[in-house]
């Protein structure tokens, strides 16, 4: 199946996602407000993305220093990369809430897993929103009355008991659900057993990411030494059967020293239960840099070269398990903005 955008385009998407921030410029006000994760490795930076030539991507903003600059000519803008013209035409795009078009919320941002790669946890209880069920599910029904609006979904760090976490967020998903009966809604939480994947769609969830981070085990334990490998990958085989095919997703973060086979072995072991992996290039910063030390040592950064063959590698997988991410509705695949994504960028 032919890509929708080409192959220029997938490659200059590529090297913008594998480089540094964008600066904008100190004068330009921007037409909406960055987007400010409070999960993940972003959290905390403002972010923003950019549409091109069909594609979409997410990236850090400064107005100070940057790899790429943003340059603004009366209704033009561009994106240069040390003073050459990367990107002619660029467009900002907004987000309703984190992602274009989605009310992605983060529902709890505080944590106490530590994953080496995901900055939640560090930021202060201030800078995660304290929201309270009440303005969640008022701020999904407000973007649902937005121009566009697609979908909402739900994620969380897991401050406390693991049964309390997920319960708090498929009560959200029910009263979401009775909000907005027609919305797809995915979540994306840590489930420690096949019983919350259920939970959670009894609740009326309709799409979920569960994600097991790294193709290999022994990093996975040095990375995210306070979950559980197996229950995950457990709660996706589930889940390929309580959600059904297309519906289930996985991180799977590139750049932790892992090899390219061991990347293309787990999407494949993945497609088997029916799930689409999201191959996501590691993103470090100042916030995660020293733990990510700590856990996996000095790893080379990840090339545009590698997203794109890595990328080509997991469409073919796909291809051979009928399954593709441009089928979902929630979440990442349907947001397109941090990944090179198969039949779409590929
Ligand atoms: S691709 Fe995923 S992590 Fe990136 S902005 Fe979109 S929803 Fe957020």
Request: charged share 25%; proline share 5%.
């Amino acid at each position: 199946m032919e890509a929708k955008v080409s192959s220029e385009t997938a490659r200059t998407k590529a090297e913008l996602l594998a480089g540094g921030a964008v600066r904008i410029p100190r004068e330009l006000r921007l037409p909406f407000s960055p987007s400010r994760s409070t999960a993940g490795p972003g959290a905390g930076s403002p972010e923003m993305v950019f549409s091109f030539g069909g594609a979409r991507a997410k990236k850090a903003i400064s107005r100070t220093s940057g790899e790429f600059d943003l340059v603004v000519e009366g209704e033009t803008a561009r994106i240069l990369r040390r003073g050459d013209v990367m990107i002619r035409e660029v467009e900002l795009l907004p987000t309703l809430f984190h992602a274009p078009y989605q009310a992605f919320i983060n529902v709890d941002g505080s944590c106490r897993l530590a994953c080496a790669f995901c900055n939640a946890h560090r930021l202060g209880r201030d800078a995660t929103k304290n929201l309270t069920d009440d303005k969640i599910v008022d701020m999904a029904v407000q973007a649902a009355s937005e121009d566009g609006f697609a979908g909402v979904a739900l994620t969380s760090g897991a401050a406390g008991p693991q049964d309390d976490s997920i319960g708090r967020m498929a009560e959200l998903v029910g009263r979401i659900r009775t909000a907005l009966p027609e919305s797809p809604i995915g979540v994306e939480p840590y489930v420690t057993h096949p019983r919350q994947v259920d939970d959670l769609r009894s609740a009326g969830a309709t799409e979920i990411k569960l994600n097991i981070e790294s193709s290999d085990p022994d990093i996975f334990d040095r990375v995210c030494p306070n979950r559980d490998y197996g229950a995950i990958l457990h709660s996706i085989n589930h889940a390929g059967s309580a959600f059904g095919r297309n519906s289930v997703c996985s991180n799977i973060i590139f750049g932790l020293g892992e090899t390219d086979e061991s990347v293309l072995h787990a999407t494949k072991m993945l497609a088997n239960m029916g799930a689409v992996a999201t191959l996501r290039a590691l993103r470090v910063n100042e916030g995660n840099a020293p733990h990510l030390k700590a856990a996996v040592g000095d790893v080379p950064p990840v090339s545009a070269d590698r997203m794109l063959s890595l990328a080509r590698g997991q469409k073919a997988i796909l291809a051979e398990y009928g399954l593709t991410p441009l089928a979902f509705k929630t979440m990442c695949h349907a947001c397109m903005s941090c990944d090179i994504v198969p039949f779409w960028d590929v």
